[in-house]
């Protein structure tokens, strides 16, 4: 049987029928009818399916909860065929470009609309999904989860199309973001990230499945309950489109409600609710972003998150090992901003809301500095810091009944996180210099490794060296001028050790200190492991994935690497995660080599951005 034969067999794999409701049909396009351009579109009849996220498609209801974590042809077939797909855009049309029928789908598929910081329309009229389509939606289990591709050829919301002012063909490269399509690299880089992340309790979105069409270009699938982002809203906020904002923002609320996310009282304002519900969601994932050293690019478009708050788009993601709050990401035409500047950033996206959420609510749209003392912004303000010191106490080590003690407490709280800001915030000396993809001035300290270490030198009761810690505590970033000056920062560490000492002390009495040490000990290597996954470690093991591919690396050897590199934040304490998960998956076997090479470059890079 021919493959093009073979994937337009429906009869053979009924146990995967729930991708035939995967068919381009989305409830935004009828909610929304301006936010998306529409395509016909076409089945490529090819590639290999690299990675699958098996547990993601359980929760989804697309294979049954006993399905084994193994591709199968069947299997691949149905992925290919809902999937390995491509958009007829405005240069096919033009160009009457012939394709065979009877691998155009029956229903067309929609790119949306959203404001994007690379248009020089700021009003929306031309950015959105430049290379991406929503596949459509799967119900289970009373939860509904959006699916879209990106790499399935250009729109007109691409950049580059705008930037040319005609119709683009796909695979074009004379203009910047205009190609439509997606490198591999990208694509098994987020299938790595986006689940890692998920496993840390981190809002993100999740990649589904990641084809491999050949000659370093795929097509990769996220998924998530919600996929709209603020950009999506605030587009019709800029153009002052009334109706269609306020059905935006209903089908949003809508979404939240019928997933459980968002529980309202019967008497409240649903729209003033809906608006203290993402203030409270930004302030929590704009401090755990901070706490935890991820870059995520926010901004005033509110392009680069969810609009329930959490990751989309992982281009320019990335996870630091230690405080690089001075790299920016260069993006030809601007710089991003930095991990400091991202609160800001959330701040002035609650301010839109509050703007949105009045406008809707009143007809009238008022100017944005009027919603400057807000609430909303109020109590963001003050949800960010109460959350950003919760996550210090949580990276720390300590659980939920400690760090609400040691809050109470303030004054120790407090001269405890000056201290600790003091080192993570120190830089070697020298002014910015350039890195790969922008610019960062490094950390003198990686204080990772004080809260990973401190406790065990406690417990062990060994004698505190403060000229030794603080050399372990050194990045690998330091210059041999720098060694010099580390001395002057020794009085500081002691006292900062005297200060975790203390809060140690407030939770524990002399008989229950050591135990609760050893605990606290646990979480903290866990959570300040050395084998955090730094973002240039990322592209290292990627490209490492790739030249073993070229060495003869099969798509099970690929999905086996991914997936060890995965599971290896199935620990993580206090997170709640997929029963599919709790049923003790092990680790994949990898051969001793590459699990040698993988570890090399997880290490390499851990004091990297």
């Not at 009924?14 to 009818?33: C, M, Q, S």
């Not at 596949?135 to 950049?159: E, K, M």
């Not at 790299?327 to 301010?351: C, G, H, M, P, V």
């Amino acid at each position: 049987m021919s493959l093009k034969t073979a994937l337009k067999s429906k009869s053979q794999d009924p146990i995967y029928r729930k991708f035939d409701t995967i068919n381009g049909e989305h409830p935004w396009l009828k909610a929304v009818p301006s936010g998306a351009v529409t395509y016909r579109v076409r089945e490529l009849n090819q590639g290999q399916v690299v990675y699958f996220n098996y547990i993601l498609a359980k929760e989804m209801g697309l294979i049954s909860d006993t399905h084994p974590h193994q591709m199968n042809p069947n299997l691949e077939q149905r992925l290919l065929q809902t999937f390995s797909l491509q958009i007829i855009n405005e240069y096919d049309e033009l160009s009457k470009k012939r394709f065979d029928q009877s691998t155009i789908k029956p229903h067309r598929y929609m790119a949306t609309r959203y404001l994007q910081l690379q248009h020089s329309n700021k009003q929306g009229k031309t950015s959105g999904d430049g290379r991406g389509i929503w596949n459509g939606t799967v119900t289970h289990r009373g939860h509904i989860w959006d699916i879209s591709s990106r790499g399935t050829g250009v729109t007109c919301l691409a950049p580059g199309s705008v930037e040319a002012q005609k119709p683009l063909k796909t695979g074009a490269t004379e203009f910047g973001y205009g190609c439509g399509l997606a490198e591999i690299d990208e694509l098994l880089g987020a299938a790595i990230m986006a689940e890692a992340f998920h496993l840390q309790g981190i809002p993100t979105e999740r990649v589904l499945c990641v084809i491999d069409l050949g000659k370093g270009i795929g097509i990769g699938v996220r998924s998530a309950q919600n996929l709209i982002r603020p950009a999506h809203l605030f587009r019709l906020l800029k153009m002052e489109n009334h109706s269609e904002l306020k059905a935006a923002f209903d089908y949003l609320i809508e979404r939240q409600i019928q997933n459980q996310r968002w529980v309202f009282t019967e008497k409240g304002d649903p729209y003033e609710q809906s608006l203290k519900k993402i203030s409270q969601s930004f302030a929590d994932f704009t401090a755990q972003l901070d706490r935890d050293y991820i870059f995520a690019w926010l901004d005033w478009d509110g392009d680069n998150v969810l609009a329930d708050a959490g990751i989309i788009d992982y281009g320019s993601v990335r996870q630091f090992g230690a405080r690089h709050d001075q790299y920016r990401y260069d993006d030809i035409e601007r710089f991003s901003t930095n991990l400091n500047e991202q609160k800001t950033k959330a701040k002035a996206i609650i301010q839109v809301f509050a703007q949105l959420t009045d406008f809707v609510k009143t007809g009238r749209k008022k100017p944005l500095k009027d919603f400057s003392q807000h609430p909303m912004v109020a109590s963001f303000n003050k949800k960010f810091e109460q959350s950003r010191s919760e996550r210090l106490l949580y990276r720390i080590g300590f659980d939920s009944g400690q760090r609400k003690k040691i809050i109470t407490q303030k004054a120790h709280f407090e001269e405890f996180e000056k201290l600790f800001s003091y080192f993570e915030k120190a830089k070697i000396s020298g002014s910015p210099i350039k890195v790969s993809d922008g610019i960062n001035h490094p950390p003198l300290f990686n204080m990772r490794t004080f809260l990973r270490q401190i406790p065990e030198i406690l417990l062990k009761g060994s004698e505190l060296n403060e000229d030794v810690m603080i050399k372990n505590c050194l990045s690998s970033f330091i210059k041999t001028k720098n060694y010099k000056t580390v001395r002057k920062h020794q009085s500081k560490l002691k006292k900062l050790i005297e200060v975790y000492q203390s809060m140690i002390g407030l939770v524990s009495s002399p008989t229950t200190q050591k135990q609760i040490l050893s605990k606290i000990s646990t979480n903290s290597a866990i959570l300040n492991s050395e084998k955090r996954i730094t973002g240039n470690a990322l592209i290292n093991i990627v490209n490492f994935i790739l030249d073993e591919k070229k060495k003869g690396l099969a798509a099970t050897g690929i999905q086996k690497v991914i997936d060890k590199l995965i599971l290896e934040h199935t620990d993580i304490p206090e997170v709640r995660v997929s029963r599919f998960y709790k049923k003790e998956i092990r680790k994949p076997l990898l051969p001793a080599d590459i699990n040698r090479q993988l570890l090399k470059l997880v290490l390499e890079f851990k004091d990297d951005i």
